[in-house]
């Protein structure tokens, strides 16, 4: 008898990752620093807000979190992009270049 896992990523319990707390932990450290040795209350709470709304599970797929939907929105913005832009007869001509080259 053989036991099996689903995947080899630790979890505790069934939605918490390994991964969520090696973030949340920082994040809970910082707001309770900032919260009860500075001024700085107000800004604590937002802190502790966006933090909290980074760790909201989401349906795109199993187990995801929005702080990783966050990274691969910031990857995508300021990945480097080139834009070609043709004049109609011009593209027209690159396009059946480019299906003659294909062939």
Not at 24 to 44: D, E, H, Q, R, Y
């Amino acid at each position: 008898m053989y036991i099996t896992i689903k995947s080899i990523k630790k979890t505790l319990g069934k939605y918490i990752e390994m991964t969520d707390l090696y973030l949340g932990l920082p994040m809970l450290m910082i707001f309770l620093v900032l919260f009860a040795f500075t001024n700085l209350k107000i800004v604590a709470l937002v802190f502790l807000s966006i933090c909290l709304f980074l760790l909201i599970p989401i349906n795109l797929s199993k187990k995801n979190r929005i702080y990783k939907i966050m990274i691969l929105l910031i990857e995508y913005i300021f990945k480097n992009k080139n834009y070609c832009f043709f004049n109609e007869e011009v593209k027209e001509s690159k396009i059946k270049q480019f299906s003659k080259y294909l062939k």
